[in-house]
DNA sequence: CAATAATGTTACCGTACGGTACCGTTTGTA
DNA sequence: TACAAACGGTACCGTACGGTAACATTATTG
């Protein structure tokens, strides 16, 4: 990232609270710019300037840049972990209801996740090397988030329910890798129709034309 | 990318035909290295080392690496829009059969793609400045895929065709996403069977259960 | 206050990268 | 054979990056 990229954003990385550990404010930049300039496009020296601290310090809470990714990650993972536990504490044995949530959820991305997809699925294709920290936070956690649809659909009474979770969950992670590869301005597909029509496709009593 | 990486892989990038012009030989080069490891890991030093020939020779023909991978792109994208020639060409007027077979060649990714996921998709997350030259190609490309989609379902007379393009351009998206986010040996989701069932939801004679 | 830990500052090292200058060598072709 | 274009080789420039050393400064805490 030449550090003329950070001045012209539009989102010049607003103030990190300045009264937080320095450990935590690295944290916070990292993310955000990770997400918004890749993990290869930010140097370490950026993220502690954003942070506003330096260096050094930096080195001091993180070995090494790679397991400052890693945490990073980490970090991406234990809020997920954090939104599947909501669903169930609001929505207690009520699969559907959770799934339905969830849908919402997706649909107004803007507020969880932004508009560049997901930082996960971001951080697998920008990482190249099989042996990154990093790499095994991506694994579980993707393969954790499927096995948590599943388990919903299961309960959900729902038709086919392995076939139902895999179909929600890669149309979601289809429809924001699609959204980032038309750029900001193209419009993607009406997710919240496919949505119903798959949920209604899988309704146990089978629903005939009238 | 540490040209370690290079020398330890197991696919060492087979010789690249050295009676092919430079020129070929250094887009060659670039594809497989661009791919197995990202544009931002790849130093225009070591494609041209790939491609048989050196530095000065690759600025002979491609301006700048930027252009270098516009034209990288460009070529991926040509190769995808011969594809769906083909298609209509194989099965002229059939626009179910050219879906089906389609989705075959998904199906049997090996040959045509690799395990890494769509080549396009990557280098949309891999660059994060707007104004790549390699940006317009990836926009473009995605939507012209998405549109011969749509104008196959639509020619198909099944039912509710924008939809089902949707459906089957996400859920494909996904799919080869997914697997990059759980590694070369993450078994992914049965897409021949979820191909099957939202083909037969989009039956237009609503078949219900015997 | 004293002592210790955490943080800030600056300078630096080694390496890698994108890109270029210069010159020698091959190749094709009139 | 002669000449021009294309190619190979090497050295180099400027910059950026990951990471460290050494020291000054501030906070904590007893």
């Known amino acids: 990232m030449r550090s003329a990229a950070v001045e012209q954003t539009v989102h010049p990385t607003e103030a990190i609270d300045s009264s937080l550990p320095p450990r935590q404010r ?5 993310r955000d710019l990770f997400y918004r300039f890749g993990i290869q496009g930010v140097g370490v020296e950026t993220i502690a300037e954003t942070a506003g601290t330096n260096k050094m310090t930096l ?8 397991l400052l990714v890693a ?4 970090g991406l993972a234990a809020e997920g972990e954090r939104f599947w536990d909501d669903l169930d504490r609001q929505y207690p044995g009520d699969a559907l209801a959770q799934i339905n949530a969830w849908m919402d ?3 107004n991305q803007k507020s969880r996740w932004r508009d560049g997809g997901c930082a996960l699925v971001n951080a697998a294709i920008q990482i190249s090397d099989p042996d990154h920290p990093g790499r095994r936070v991506i694994e579980q956690t993707k393969r954790k988030h499927r096995e948590r649809l599943t388990a919903l659909c299961l309960a ?3 038709s086919e329910p ?5 179909q ?12 980032r590869s038309l750029g900001p301005d193209g419009c993607a597909c009406d997710l919240r129709a496919l949505f119903a029509r798959i949920l209604a496709s899988h309704e146990p009593l089978a629903v005939a034309a009238p």
Do not use: P
Not at 26 to 30: D, G, S, W
């Open 71 to 74: 945490e990073y990650l980490s």
């Open 105 to 107: 959820e997706i649909c």
């Open 168 to 179: 929600l969950f890669l149309l979601v992670e289809g429809s924001r890798v699609f959204q």
């Open 162 to 166: 392995q076939m139902l979770a895999d």
């Open 59 to 66: 080195y001091r809470h993180f070995e090494s840049k790679e």
């Open 26 to 30: 690295i944290l916070i930049a990292a």
């Open 156 to 158: 959900s009474g729902l």
